[in-house]
C-alpha cells in the first residue's frame, strides 16, 4: 500500500566539525581537553618533571643499548655479523647529520608521545639501505585498511612503499602520553597552584571584619591602607596595625590544602603507572631501599623496556631487511649493560660461570670487554684442573 501523501522532509542540522571537534582534531593543534579544565598537548606534557622524565628515561636507555646485527645459521643459532651495511646506520651515524643514538631515542620518543609512533622513511640504493631519515612529526601519515589493518604511508602526500618506512608502533594504537592525559592534567593542576600559593609567600588568605556603621569609603581606606603594608614583596613579618575596632581572621588549611603534598605524590605514581616505570627512576623516593630499588630496575626491563625493545627491532627488521634477507638476519639490543652489577659481583659470577663449565675463560673474559687468550676456549674448572702447558 502506497501512502498518497508525502510529508515534507525535516532538514537535518548540520553543525560544524570545529564546533565540538574530536580529541584527534584537538591533538592536531597542540592540545586536547581534560576533566580539570586543562588543555593537555605533548609540549604541555612535557613540562611536567614526571612525564618528561619517564620519557626520557625509556628513549635514552634504548639509545645507549649496544645494537648489532645477528645472522641465523640453519641450526637456529645466532652469531653477530658486521658485514650488513645496516649495521653502520644503527651503531655510527643514521644519516649524514644524525648520530645513530639520537635517531632510536626520537624514534621511542615519538612512540611514547604521540598516537601515530615513531616513523622514519628507509632510504635504499639498489635494495640496500643507506641512510635512516626521521622526518618533522607528522610529515610521514599512515591510513589502515579497515578489515586487515593493513597500513600505507605518505610523505607529504606522496605514496611510500610499506617496506620503505621504519614505524615503531604504540600499543592500543594511542601513546601512553595520550592515554595518562587526565593524569597529567591533574599533576599541571597541582603544580600551578603551588606557583601560585607560594608565589603568595605561602601564606593562608584571611578575612578583615569592620564593626558595624562604618561607611563605604572608610572600607575602603582600610583595605587600601592593609594592602600596601602587608601585600606585596618585601612584606613578610610586618606588625598589623588595626584601628576602628577591626579584627584580623585567618583562613585555616583545609584537610584537601594538609595532603596536597601526598596528592602531588600520587600523581607522580599515576604518571609513573601510564609509562610503567618504576617511581623510583622518577626520583619518588618515599618507599625506596636498597632492596626494593635493585628489584625495581629488574622489573623495568623486564615489563616496561622489553616490551619495547622487542617491537623496536620487529620494526626494524621489518624495515631494513628484505623479505629474502629476513629469516637469516635479525637486529638485536644487548640488554647486558642494563643488568651489569658491580665489578665485584660480576667477578664472582663469571668466576663461579666458569668453574661449573657453563662458561669458557674466553666467554667470561668477553663479558669484561677483554681480549680472549690461547687455549681459554676450553671448558675447565680452574679450582680442580693444571692449565695445560704448552705442548699440550
Given at each position: 500500500?502506497?501512502?498518497?501523501?508525502?510529508?515534507?522532509?525535516?532538514?537535518?542540522?548540520?553543525?560544524?566539525?570545529?564546533?565540538?571537534?574530536?580529541?584527534?582534531?584537538?591533538?592536531?593543534?597542540?592540545?586536547?581537553?581534560?576533566?580539570?579544565?586543562?588543555?593537555?598537548?605533548?609540549?604541555?606534557?612535557?613540562?611536567?618533571?614526571?612525564v618528561?622524565?619517564?620519557?626520557?628515561?625509556?628513549?635514552?636507555?634504548?639509545?645507549?643499548?649496544?645494537?648489532?646485527?645477528?645472522?641465523?645459521?640453519?641450526?637456529?643459532?645466532?652469531?653477530?655479523?658486521?658485514?650488513?651495511?645496516?649495521?653502520?646506520?644503527?651503531?655510527?651515524?643514521?644519516?649524514?647529520?644524525?648520530?645513530?643514538?639520537?635517531?632510536?631515542?626520537?624514534?621511542?620518543?615519538?612512540?611514547?608521545?604521540?598516537?601515530?609512533?615513531?616513523?622514519?622513511?628507509?632510504?635504499?640504493?639498489?635494495?640496500?639501505?643507506?641512510?635512516?631519515?626521521?622526518y618533522?612529526?607528522?610529515?610521514?601519515?599512515?591510513?589502515?585498511?579497515?578489515?586487515?589493518?593493513?597500513?600505507?604511508?605518505?610523505?607529504?602526500?606522496?605514496?611510500?612503499?610499506?617496506?620503505?618506512?621504519?614505524?615503531?608502533?604504540?600499543?592500543?594504537?594511542?601513546?601512553?602520553?595520550?592515554?595518562?592525559?587526565?593524569?597529567i592534567?591533574?599533576?599541571?593542576?597541582?603544580?600551578?597552584?603551588?606557583?601560585?600559593?607560594?608565589?603568595?609567600?605561602a601564606?593562608?588568605?584571611?578575612?578583615?571584619?569592620?564593626?558595624?556603621?562604618?561607611?563605604?569609603?572608610?572600607?575602603?581606606?582600610?583595605?587600601?591602607?592593609?594592602?600596601?603594608?602587608?601585600?606585596?614583596?618585601?612584606?613578610?613579618?610586618?606588625?598589623?596595625?588595626?584601628?576602628?575596632?577591626?579584627?584580623?581572621?585567618?583562613?585555616?588549611?583545609?584537610?584537601?590544602?594538609?595532603q596536597?603534598?601526598?596528592?602531588?605524590?600520587?600523581?607522580?605514581?599515576?604518571?609513573?603507572?601510564?609509562?610503567?616505570?618504576?617511581?623510583?627512576?622518577?626520583?619518588?623516593?618515599?618507599?625506596?631501599?636498597?632492596?626494593?630499588?635493585?628489584?625495581?630496575?629488574?622489573?623495568?626491563?623486564?615489563?616496561?623496556?622489553?616490551?619495547?625493545?622487542?617491537?623496536?627491532?620487529?620494526?626494524?627488521?621489518?624495515?631494513?631487511?628484505?623479505?629474502?634477507?629476513?629469516?637469516?638476519?635479525?637486529?638485536?639490543?644487548?640488554?647486558?649493560d642494563?643488568?651489569?652489577?658491580?665489578?665485584?659481583?660480576?667477578a664472582?659470577?663469571?668466576?663461579?660461570?666458569?668453574?661449573?663449565?657453563?662458561?669458557?675463560?674466553?666467554?667470561?673474559?668477553?663479558?669484561?670487554?677483554?681480549?680472549?687468550?690461547?687455549?681459554?676456549?676450553?671448558?675447565?674448572?680452574?679450582?680442580?684442573?693444571?692449565?695445560?702447558?704448552?705442548?699440550?
Amino acid at each position: 500500500m502506497i501512502w498518497p501523501f508525502k510529508t515534507k522532509p525535516q532538514p537535518v542540522e548540520q553543525k560544524s566539525g570545529l564546533a565540538e571537534p574530536d580529541s584527534w582534531l584537538l591533538e592536531m593543534f597542540g592540545s586536547a581537553p581534560t576533566q580539570s579544565g586543562v588543555p593537555v598537548g605533548v609540549e604541555t606534557a612535557l613540562r611536567v618533571p614526571a612525564v618528561n622524565s619517564a620519557i626520557r628515561v625509556i628513549s635514552e636507555a634504548v639509545a645507549t643499548l649496544d645494537v648489532e646485527i645477528r645472522r641465523i645459521g640453519a641450526d637456529g643459532r645466532e652469531t653477530p655479523d658486521t658485514t650488513h651495511p645496516a649495521l653502520s646506520l644503527l651503531k655510527h651515524e643514521a644519516n649524514d647529520f644524525t648520530p645513530a643514538p639520537d635517531f632510536i631515542r626520537n624514534l621511542v620518543i615519538d612512540a611514547l608521545a604521540y598516537d601515530p609512533g615513531g616513523m622514519a622513511w628507509v632510504n635504499r640504493v639498489n635494495g640496500r639501505p643507506i641512510e635512516l631519515i626521521h622526518y618533522t612529526r607528522g610529515s610521514i601519515t599512515v591510513e589502515y585498511d579497515q578489515l586487515t589493518r593493513e597500513p600505507s604511508y605518505r610523505l607529504q602526500g606522496n605514496l611510500l612503499a610499506a617496506r620503505d618506512v621504519l614505524h615503531l608502533r604504540s600499543p592500543f594504537g594511542r601513546s601512553p602520553l595520550s592515554l595518562a592525559r587526565e593524569a597529567i592534567g591533574l599533576a599541571i593542576v597541582m603544580e600551578r597552584h603551588a606557583a601560585r600559593l607560594f608565589g603568595r609567600g605561602a601564606k593562608p588568605s584571611g578575612a578583615l571584619s569592620f564593626p558595624k556603621g562604618m561607611g563605604e569609603e572608610a572600607v575602603k581606606r582600610m583595605r587600601a591602607a592593609w594592602r600596601s603594608v602587608h601585600e606585596g614583596d618585601d612584606t613578610g613579618g610586618r606588625t598589623a596595625i588595626l584601628y576602628d575596632g577591626a579584627e584580623f581572621q585567618a583562613f585555616q588549611l583545609t584537610s584537601t590544602d594538609a595532603q596536597f603534598l601526598e596528592n602531588r605524590k600520587f600523581a607522580i605514581e599515576e604518571i609513573a603507572r601510564a609509562f610503567r616505570v618504576p617511581p623510583s627512576m622518577l626520583f619518588h623516593l618515599d618507599r625506596a631501599t636498597w632492596s626494593n630499588t635493585e628489584q625495581m630496575g629488574r622489573e623495568f626491563l623486564s615489563y616496561c623496556l622489553e616490551p619495547w625493545l622487542v617491537a623496536l627491532e620487529g620494526a626494524l627488521r621489518q624495515a631494513l631487511f628484505t623479505p629474502e634477507e629476513r629469516p637469516f638476519w635479525r637486529v638485536h639490543f644487548d640488554r647486558d649493560d642494563l643488568t651489569r652489577a658491580d665489578l665485584t659481583t660480576r667477578a664472582t659470577a663469571i668466576n663461579s660461570l666458569i668453574a661449573s663449565r657453563v662458561l669458557s675463560p674466553n666467554e667470561g673474559r668477553a663479558w669484561l670487554d677483554l681480549e680472549p687468550y690461547a687455549g681459554g676456549e676450553q671448558f675447565l674448572n680452574p679450582n680442580i684442573s693444571e692449565a695445560p702447558n704448552g705442548s699440550e
